[in-house]
C-alpha cells in the first residue's frame, strides 16, 4: 500500500441530499421503472414517516432506482461502494451517499448511520452487499439484528423480484422483462424492536430475504426472448454435472456448452435449463448452483480446497479517483484464506492478506467493466485490491463460494456455528 496516495475520507460526515437533486434523483429512476412496469407492493408502510431504515435484496442496478422510487419524497442517504464513486465522489455525496469498503468491519460507518437516523431521514442499506451471482438470496451480516435493535427506528425491507431476469450480473443487456414486481414491508416497529432478541431479529430479516427471480419467473410466466440470454452463464455455472470437470464451461447465444464432454444445453425462454441429450441435470439454475457449493464444502471439509498459486496483476483503489495499477503478482486461495503479493512498478513489494476469519464473503466481478476480466474484490479500511487471475485454471465464482464455506467451517470448528442464512 503506497503511504503517499491520498485515501478515502471516511470519516467525512454524510450529507443530507441538497433540496435540489431530490427531484432530479427522483425524475433519474422513474422512466426505467416505467418502462419494467414496476409494481411497488406496499405492507404496512402507509403513512410510515422516517427515520427509518430500509434494507433492499441486491440484483442490478435497477435496485437503486426502484427504492428511490419507493421512498419519493422522503430524503435519503444510502450506503455504496467505493467503486461506485469513482470520478463522481462530489455528486454521489451530494445526493446522499455514503462509501462503503465491502465486506470490512468499519465503525465509522456505524456513526455515519447513525448521523442519517438522527437527521430525520431514510437509510438504505444493500445487506447482501454484492449482486446476487444466480437471482437468489445471499449471505447476510450476523451483525445486521444488532443494528436494528441499535437505531430503534422503523425497519422496512423492500425486496425486488426480476431485475436479475432482466439484467443479470454475468450479462448485464438489457432483457425488456415486465412488469417487475418489489415488496416494501414493515418488518418491525420501534416498540417490536425494544422486546425483540438479536437473534428473533436475525430470523426475521433471513425470512424476509427468502427470493429467487427463476422461481418467480416460473410464476409469473415471463418470457425472454434475448437471442444471447445463455452468453456468460458458464462464468457462474463452471462445473459441468456430467463430467464433473470444473472451468471448460462456455456459452453461445442460447447454449450453454461443456467443452470437456461435449454436452450442451438450452437456456428456455421460460428461465430454466434442457439438456440437449433430454438428459437435463439441473432445470432449475440456482439447483446446479447449490450444487457447486456443496461440491466446494467438500473440498473444505476434506481440507483439501485450494485455487493453487495463479499468476495475476493487481490494481489498487485508494481514493475515487481511479484505480492505479499496482503491478503483477501471484493470488492464492486455500484453506488458509485469501493472499496476494508481488512487486509494483516502483520495484517495491505488496502484499495483501485476508484470513479466513476476516472474510464472511467477497465480492467478484465478471469481465469487469468489459475489458478488464474476471476478478477478486479484496478490502481493508484504506484500500481495495481488484485482483485478476490469469489463464483458464480457476474460477472467482469458485473462490467466492469457497470464502462462504470457509468461514463456515471455521465458525462450525470455533464452537460458534453460523445461523441459517447468516454470516
Not at 430500509?54 to 419524497?73: S, V
Not at 442499506?125 to 447476510?140: F, M, N
Request: hydrophobic share 35%; charged share 25%; net charge neutral.
Amino acid at each position: 500500500m503506497k503511504k503517499d496516495v491520498k485515501r478515502f475520507d471516511r470519516k467525512a460526515p454524510p450529507i443530507r441530499t441538497k433540496w435540489y437533486l431530490r427531484p432530479l434523483t427522483f425524475l433519474l429512476s422513474v422512466p426505467d421503472t416505467l418502462l419494467h412496469g414496476l409494481k411497488i407492493h406496499k405492507t404496512g408502510v402507509e403513512g410510515l414517516k422516517p427515520p427509518y431504515l430500509l434494507l433492499c435484496n441486491h440484483n442490478a442496478f435497477m435496485d437503486f432506482k426502484a427504492a428511490t422510487r419507493a421512498i419519493y419524497p422522503h430524503r435519503a442517504n444510502y450506503i455504496v461502494a467505493i467503486d461506485g464513486f469513482i470520478g463522481r465522489e462530489k455528486l454521489l455525496r451530494n445526493v446522499g451517499c455514503i462509501c462503503k469498503r465491502k465486506f470490512t468491519s468499519d465503525i465509522t460507518l456505524i456513526r455515519n448511520i447513525r448521523r442519517v437516523i438522527s437527521n430525520g431521514d431514510v437509510c438504505v442499506i444493500y445487506p447482501e452487499a454484492r449482486y446476487s451471482l444466480c437471482g437468489t438470496t445471499a449471505v447476510l451480516p450476523e451483525s445486521l439484528g444488532e443494528l436494528c435493535k441499535m437505531l430503534g427506528v422503523p425497519v422496512v425491507t423492500f425486496i425486488c423480484h426480476g431485475h436479475h431476469i432482466n439484467s443479470p450480473f454475468w450479462n448485464l443487456h438489457d432483457r425488456g422483462v415486465k412488469p417487475t414486481e418489489a415488496d416494501m414491508t414493515l418488518l418491525f416497529t420501534p416498540e417490536q424492536l425494544k422486546s425483540a432478541g438479536k437473534n428473533e431479529i436475525n430470523d426475521a430479516l433471513v425470512r424476509a430475504f427468502q427470493y429467487d427471480d427463476y422461481k418467480w419467473q416460473a410464476e409469473t410466466g415471463i418470457e425472454v426472448t434475448y437471442k444471447k440470454r445463455a452468453e456468460g452463464l458458464h462464468k457462474v455455472l463452471y462445473q459441468c454435472p456430467r463430467c464433473k470437470t470444473e472451468f471448460r464451461m462456455t456459452s453461445k447465444d442460447d447454449r450453454l456448452i461443456c467443452s470437456a464432454c461435449g454436452k450442451t444445453w438450452r437456456y428456455l425462454t421460460n428461465g430454466s435449463l434442457e439438456g440437449d441429450d433430454k438428459t437435463t441435470e439441473f432445470s432449475h439454475i440456482p439447483d446446479w448452483y447449490e450444487w457447486e457449493r456443496q461440491n466446494v464444502r467438500a473440498e473444505v471439509i476434506a481440507g483439501t480446497y485450494s485455487s493453487g498459486e495463479l499468476d495475476c496483476h493487481v490494481d489498487s483503489l485508494p481514493n475515487a479517483d481511479g484505480f492505479i495499477r499496482l503491478g503483477d503478482g501471484k493470488l492464492i486461495h486455500d484453506m488458509n484464506g485469501f493472499r496476494v503479493y508481488g512487486v509494483d512498478g516502483d520495484g517495491d513489494p505488496f502484499e495483501m492478506v485476508k484470513d479466513v476469519p476476516s472474510l464472511y464473503s467477497c465480492h467478484i466481478e465478471y469481465e469487469y467493466l468489459g475489458k478488464y476480466g474476471d476478478c477478486v474484490d479484496l478490502n481493508t479500511l484504506d484500500d481495495t485490491y481488484y485482483v485478476y487471475p490469469h489463464g483458464d485454471g480457476f474460477s472467482v465464482t469458485k473462490m467466492a463460494l469457497a470464502t462462504e464455506e470457509l468461514y463456515y467451517f471455521y465458525r462450525l470448528k470455533a464452537g460458534r456455528p453460523c445461523r441459517p442464512g447468516l454470516a
